[in-house]
T-cell receptor, first 114, second 115 residues
């Protein structure tokens, strides 16, 4: 199993540009999480999907952020327009349907907005 | 709401010494508890987890953790640290809601290992 796959690994963009981060969860997992990691705030949950449906998006910082999961094998996190304060490492994680299991993390996307 | 506190931002130990990383959680019922490790530039890897049963949990790489309900703690231990253990360690709590849970992470503890 290839694990959770995120792309790109690194992204540098200019302020105001649209950024799209991608995630392919582990096959068979039906829960998916997007987290943001910064020095100031640590690991924050942005949004949680279950069976492709957004369950909890209370962590999405503002309307500039949006996330989709069109099918069980793909999710995107979009920032439009991007700002320097969005610079962070964004992690995607997935988990099987059973409750008593852990979440498996991708290697993250390091986003730098200049 | 659930929360996790890792009181130590940095811990420095000598190679071969024992290690204990502290984790306190806040949750109204029996939580699911996890320790993850993050090496530089990498994602989070699970070290161990507690769902129920024996309160002393064994994990990978020689780590163990003990769930103490009375202290709301889930401290991570290792009897002898290796230089390769230098990394960031995260404690997480999962509160169950609607048949599922969402992991909430602490701020992490950075482990520095001196030769």
């Amino acid at each position: 199993d290839a694990g959770v796959i995120q792309s790109p690994r690194h992204e540098v963009t200019e302020m105001g540009q649209e950024v799209t981060l991608r995630c392919k969860p582990i096959s068979g997992h039906n829960s998916l999480f997007w987290y943001r990691q910064t020095m100031m705030r640590g690991l924050e949950l942005l949004i949680y999907f279950n069976n492709n449906v957004p369950i909890d998006d209370s962590g999405m910082p503002e309307d500039r952020f949006s996330a989709k999961m069109p099918n069980a094998s793909f999710s995107t996190l979009k920032i439009q327009p991007s700002e320097p304060r969005d610079s962070a490492v964004y992690f995607c994680a997935s988990r099987p349907g059973t409750v008593r299991t852990e979440a498996f993390f991708g290697q993250g996307t390091r986003l730098t907005v200049v | 709401a659930q929360s996790v506190t890792q009181p130590d931002i940095h811990i420095t130990v000598s190679e071969g010494a024992s290690l204990e990383l502290r984790c306190n959680y806040s949750y109204g019922a029996t939580p699911y508890l996890f320790w993850y490790v993050q090496s530089p530039g990498q994602g989070l890897q699970l070290l161990l987890k507690y769902f129920s049963g024996d309160t002393l949990v064994q994990g990978i790489k020689g780590f163990e953790a003990e769930f103490k309900r009375s202290q709301s703690s889930f401290n991570l231990r290792k009897p002898s640290v290796h230089w390769s253990d230098a990394a960031e360690y995260f404690c997480a709590v999962g509160g169950v809601s609607g048949g599922s849970y969402i992991p909430t992470f602490g701020r992490g503890t950075s482990l520095i290992v001196h030769p």
